[in-house]
């Protein structure tokens, strides 16, 4: 069954209520980005009712467009011409399913790539969150403490963003406004917070521990060494930890997204993307572009303005949310 037909049943089993909540937030979040690219391509598909050389350069700047990525629109189209090439398609139509198709297949395909947060068995899972300050990193660290407290686990924040002022009191009332534990500290060293923090968190019993990073690229050594020492104080007090860091980014930026979770990938290990305000840009191809551009997988997406509106990344929704109305 092709992945358009599997959307179809996607559809049809909106019934049952929490598949349903999902896909309306999907299809809610990413309708920016559906209008844009959905509505442009099913003119492509009435202006050429035949595939033609004319059709695929239209596609191509619809691509690019959508900030799937230049490579990967190259890469997606070599795959496209190939499949028309080998299977005879002529009819524009019935192309635009292929299309779906193809893009789901371009994102899983080649490794596998968990967009599941691993948990810790014995102890704390400690996820640590970096990314540039205004990218949603805090109210990120709030929605992810809101989403673990609803599925009945016990949560604590650090804030180990101790320099930039005004930082850990913001954190703080996040944890409040949660009903998440909180430590942190003010203008000191940062490992050193997370060192106390996380013995309270042993504890308390927490079972997980989200950790406020300072959002600082300008210097990569300097931040490359507090991650390093943050890593290995993490490590002492909690084999194995941090489970999981998250780079969190701004949709709505783009490809400088992008180059932020290059940056960020030379200098420590990034196990997840957080991709914020998805909601707020007609750009919705980054998903596809960051998995080409830095083989990470997207594991959180924010598709609004609530608390609720942080959801694990699903790549069938996310399909679902691009071309819902292709699909209806």
């Given at each position: 069954?092709?992945?358009?037909d ?10 049952e ?6 896909l ?5 979040g ?16 009435i ?12 596609l ?19 795959r ?24 789901f297949?371009i ?7 968990s ?18 300050n ?54 000191t ?13 042993k ?48 949709a ?22 957080v991709?914020t ?14 998995k ?24 069938e929704?996310y399909?679902?949310?691009l ?6």
């Amino acid at each position: 069954m092709g992945l358009f037909d599997k959307l179809k049943k996607l559809v049809s089993k909106k019934e049952e209520r929490e598949e349903k909540e999902e896909l309306e937030v999907y299809e809610k979040g990413l309708e920016k980005t559906r209008k844009e690219f959905v509505s442009q391509l099913n003119l492509l598909g009435i202006k050429y009712h035949k595939v033609s050389e004319e059709y695929f350069e239209e596609l191509e700047n619809l691509l690019i467009m959508a900030d799937i990525g230049v490579n990967t629109v190259f890469q997606f189209l070599d795959r496209l011409k190939e499949r028309v090439k080998k299977e005879n398609i002529e009819d524009t139509k019935y192309l635009q399913e292929v299309i779906v198709d193809e893009l789901f297949i371009i994102y899983v395909e080649g490794q596998v790539l968990s967009d599941k947060i691993n948990m810790n068995e014995d102890g704390p899972t400690v996820i640590l969150m970096v990314g540039v300050n205004g990218v949603g990193k805090t109210t990120t660290i709030a929605k992810l403490a809101h989403k673990y407290i609803n599925d009945g686990k016990k949560v604590m924040m650090i804030g180990a963003d101790t320099f930039r002022a005004g930082a850990v009191t913001q954190l703080e009332e996040w944890a409040n406004r949660t009903g998440a534990l909180f430590f942190g500290k003010d203008n000191t060293d940062p490992s050193g917070v997370i060192y106390d923090g996380l013995e309270i968190a042993k504890k308390e019993n927490v079972d997980i521990v989200l950790v406020d990073t300072a959002g600082r690229l300008q210097n990569k050594v300097n931040l490359m060494k507090e991650l390093e020492k943050m890593n290995k104080v993490i490590e002492r007090i909690i084999p194995g930890a941090p489970q999981e860091t998250l780079l969190v980014i701004d949709a709505t930026t783009g490809q400088n997204g992008i180059l932020q979770a290059k940056a960020f990938q030379e200098v420590t290990n990034i196990t997840g993307i957080v991709l914020t305000k998805l909601d707020g840009t007609a750009k919705g191809g980054i998903v596809l572009a960051i998995k080409e551009s830095v083989g990470i997988p997207v594991k959180f997406i924010g598709l609004g303005e609530t608390m609720d509106d942080l959801k694990p990344f699903d790549i069938e929704s996310y399909i679902y949310g691009l071309f819902k109305d292709m699909v209806d």
